[in-house]
């Protein structure tokens, strides 16, 4: 039932709750309103079913299901406010900050009420940003010293094979072992990419892209 799924839920139980929850979303298929009060009541009561299951989703970070969890509640009403809400953290938990903001600045233009948790959502997001172009300039701290033909220098010598193509497969090594000890593996493999677990450069390269191109180094072979 519901309060199972709830109480599931609040003890930290995740997939149980979601479980719960996806049985009676199966239940619903075989409801039929019988007018238009009952079918919006029956709408309304689906919707939470959803936006429940993305809740779950999204505590055991598992972000693009939690996002596909969303859409369906926003596929038939696309101004509903808490699954904007939710897709939206969802979004900015995965690293994508422009879908996040995209959804966070709808919620106000939907339903004014919503604006304190939008711009607290807001802020978060900054934050969220900041912290991950920090780690990106942490993480390349070296490269910034350099000009941009001697990073060209660096791609050439990769390609033959030299000593900085073994460097560069070391970068990415520890890349990747930094990025287990900090995050979920879940997490990680529903990040930007499906295909594969892309690590902390995969996270931050949005931010990473950025402070290259500003630099002028919009092509980087050594990532």
């Known amino acids: 039932s519901l309060s199972q799924g709830n109480r599931l839920f609040k003890e930290g139980k995740f997939e149980l709750a979601k479980a719960k929850y996806e049985k009676l979303l199966r239940e619903y298929n075989h409801v039929h309103p019988q007018d238009d009060e009952e079918g919006k009541i029956f709408a309304n009561s689906r919707s939470s079913l959803h936006l429940n299951v993305a809740a779950c989703y999204q505590k055991m970070g598992e972000y693009r299901k939690s996002i596909e969890a969303c859409n369906k509640v926003l596929d038939a009403n696309p101004v509903h406010v808490k699954a904007l809400y939710r897709r939206g953290m969802s979004y900015m938990l995965g690293g994508d900050f422009d879908d996040a903001k995209n959804d966070f600045e709808k919620m106000v233009t939907v339903d004014k009420s919503s604006e304190p948790d939008a711009t607290a959502a807001l802020v978060k997001l900054k934050q969220k940003e900041q912290e991950i172009e920090k780690k ?52 990680e493999s529903d990040h930007a990419f499906d295909e594969e677990k892309p690590g902390l450069i995969g996270r931050i390269w949005p931010s990473a892209r950025r402070i290259f191109s500003s630099l002028g180094l919009n092509r980087c072979t050594i990532l």
């Open 136 to 187: 990106a300039r942490k993480q390349f701290k070296g490269l910034f010293d350099k000009k941009p033909g001697e990073i060209s220098e660096v791609g050439m010598e990769s390609k033959n094979g030299g000593d900085t193509a073994g460097s560069g497969e070391a970068v990415t090594s520890r890349d990747r072992d930094g990025s287990g000890k900090s995050s979920p593996p879940s997490a």
